[in-house]
């Protein structure tokens, strides 16, 4: 059997495989652009240490997780796998935090980070919104699914796309909001091109034969912002 870590992480206590740590922190790390020696120092721990939590079964004390966490600005329980089953944003809010509206130029960087978004489509059944890996390039957002799905409905149709990101470990966010119509890519170059640029497969697996784009037509965003840091905790918790 495979040896576990416990953790205390919000509500109670959590387990974790060190290999999942591991991969927890690497993908984190690698999310806010940092090597393992600056993240190293931004720990505290030996460089060694960071390579031999990422790459091999790993199991740091309750204290050195809790710097670790905190050089990749972000929580225990993130790292360990806590909120996996969670809906993000159940943090608390924090006293005076702002709502920014975001020029379309920000709002086209944060496109560019990819990942996975959401297609809002109109089906025969009324509205639907599923998850999707996108691309973000000069044509549009491309995404991969097969016909006859949900997603594959965007084909001609003027559609929504929504990809957001919600740090709670400093009570901030953003999220970006598009509208535009879904066509199929049809030319065999340009389906050539985004399979090379395609990050990863589509975490659905299964077979995703078509490629769709949506042109934008409008993009809009917003950002909370946490003037201070001070979580905000309701009278009398």
Do not use: K
């Not at 600005?73 to 993000?88: D, I, N």
């Not at 066509?183 to 399979?195: N, Q």
């Not at 090379?196 to 409008?218: F, N, Q, V, Y």
Request: net charge negative; with cysteine.
């Amino acid at each position: 059997m495979d040896h576990e870590i416990s953790v205390q992480a919000g509500a109670g206590t959590v387990q974790a495989r060190p290999g999942d740590l591991g991969r927890r922190v690497a993908a984190r790390r690698r999310e806010l652009g940092l090597t393992r020696d600056e993240l190293a120092v931004r720990s505290g721990a030996a460089p060694a240490y960071v390579e031999y939590v990422e790459d091999r079964a790993a199991t740091p004390g309750a204290g050195v997780l809790l710097r670790i966490a905190d050089a990749l600005e972000t929580t225990v329980g993130e790292l360990t796998g806590a909120t996996v089953t969670l809906p993000p944003g159940r943090g608390g809010a924090v006293r005076g935090a702002e709502l920014y509206e975001l020029v379309e130029a920000e709002c086209r960087e944060l496109l560019s980070t990819h990942g996975v978004g959401r297609v809002a489509v109109f089906t025969p059944d009324g509205p639907s919104v599923v998850p999707v890996n996108y691309l973000f390039g000069e044509d549009g957002i491309s995404f991969r699914t097969a016909w006859g799905t949900v997603a594959a409905t965007a084909d001609g149709a003027l559609v929504a796309f929504e990809v957001d990101r919600i740090d709670e470990a400093f009570s901030q966010g953003w999220s970006v909001l598009v509208v535009g119509r879904g066509r199929a890519v049809a030319d065999r170059e340009a389906v050539r091109r985004l399979e090379a640029r395609a990050h990863s497969r589509p975490w659905a697996g299964g077979s995703r034969e078509i490629w769709l784009t949506i042109t934008p037509e409008r993009i809009t965003g917003r950002r909370v912002v946490n003037p201070d840091g001070t979580p905000w905790t309701p009278a009398g918790d």
